[in-house]
Nanobody, 118 residues
Framework: QVQLVESGGGLVQPGKSLRLSCAAS????????INWYRQGPGKEREVVAT????????AYADSVKGRFTVSRDTAKNTAYLQMNSLKPEDTAVYYC???????????WGKGTLVTVSS
């Protein structure tokens, strides 16, 4: 059964850090591009970080560049999003997405809520 399960969200004060995890089952994340999306209150879903399946090439939205880091552990079949220096505007539901370049198949997790507030 193909599944992506995010975890690690919660309430955090501005300036603090969180690490989100995305555990995959039923397929290998090493053969997929991994994207982290977020959807804030009243906002559209946006992609904030990507790790391409080839090498360790990554890309980030300008709003998180220098603060967020995407990574993966192929042995654990898990991807991560390290979020530092969090801001209230980072408050959102964060979703993990796995995209297969050749087949165009997409897998989605159900999301994890991150709330940044004092």
């Amino acid at each position: 059964q193909v599944q992506l399960v995010e975890s690690g969200g919660g309430l955090v004060q501005p300036g603090k850090s969180l690490r989100l995890s995305c555990a995959a089952s039923g397929f290998k994340i090493s053969t997929h591009d991994i994207n982290w999306y977020r959807q804030g209150p009243g906002k559209e879903r946006e992609v904030v970080a990507t790790m391409y399946r080839v090498g360790t090439i990554t890309a980030y939205a300008d709003s998180v560049k220098g603060r967020f880091t995407v990574s993966r552990d192929t042995a654990k079949n898990t991807a991560y999003l390290q979020m530092n220096s969090l801001k209230p505007e980072d408050t959102a539901v964060y979703y993990c997405n796995a995209h297969h370049y050749d087949t165009r198949v997409n897998y989605w997790g159900k999301g994890t809520l991150v709330t940044v507030s004092s």
